[in-house]
């Protein structure tokens, strides 16, 4: 079975701070990707990946920036956290470099900003 | 661009009746089309996929779905419901041929609130 993990189930953050969000997958994907997720408004992407040290910004990329070091994890990062992130963070990986797949998820961070 | 509807926010049944969840696309090309479930305080889980082949397409669960090319839609159902079907689910829309700028990325619905009642 697939597994995404992610660093943390629950933060809470102040404003300005530095925020870093982990993933972890064990299956060789290519693809890894970063959601959030917002009631009534569906999973946006932030950012993907479809090979290590490549980056593709996704429809809401504002405020995020990433970095995939090895095949394996994928990061998430705010620079300077702001109350309107407090949201729902989903990453997801697939197989199939740079094609449409079967993405698998992990279990999601609930970050809070105060 | 490609887009993807869900027209019903929330939808209440009682167990053991049948659903229906409600999915429209908007794609110029061929899609690949998905379903996923997620269950409160969890991650996404896929139900189903249609790639190419028969239209009518066997899940998890006990769910179908069946897309509808001529009526791009792509509509989940389940005969009888159970109580642990309680959930948000998401219908997914990408590129069969993915490449250039699209790189497969998958566009999702609003969710849909499926609420069981005993």
């Known amino acids: 079975d697939v597994k995404v993990t992610q660093s943390s189930r629950y933060l809470v953050k102040r404003t300005g701070e530095k925020v870093f969000l982990e993933c972890v997958q064990d299956?060789?994907?290519?693809?890894m990707f970063w959601y959030r997720q917002d009631p009534g408004l569906g999973l946006r992407l932030i950012y993907f990946?479809?090979?290590?040290?490549?980056?593709e910004k996704g429809d809401i990329p504002e405020g995020y920036s990433v970095s995939r070091e090895k095949k394996e994890r994928f990061s998430l990062i705010l620079e300077s956290a702001s109350t309107n992130q407090t949201s729902m963070y989903l990453c997801a990986s697939s197989l199939v470099q740079g094609g449409t797949d079967t993405q698998y998820f992990g279990p999601g961070t609930r970050l809070t900003v105060l | 661009a490609q887009s993807v509807t869900q027209p019903d926010i929330h939808i209440t049944v009682s167990e053991g009746a049948s659903l229906e969840l409600r999915c429209n696309y908007s794609?110029?090309?061929?899609?690949?089309l998905f379903w996923y479930v997620q269950s409160p305080g969890q991650g996404l889980q896929l139900l189903l996929k249609?790639?190419?082949?028969?239209?009518l397409v066997q899940g998890i669960k006990g769910f179908e779905a069946e897309f509808k090319r001529s009526q791009s839609s792509f509509n989940l159902r389940k005969p009888s419901v159970h109580w642990s079907d309680a959930a948000e689910y998401f219908c997914a829309v990408g590129p069969a041929n993915a490449g250039g700028t699209s790189y497969g990325k998958l566009t999702f619905g609003q969710g849909t609130i499926l609420t069981v009642h005993p």
């Open positions: 299956m060789d994907h290519e693809n």
């Open positions: 794609y110029g090309a061929t899609p690949y």
């Open positions: 249609y790639f190419s082949g028969d239209t």
């Open positions: 990946s479809y090979d290590v040290k490549m980056k």
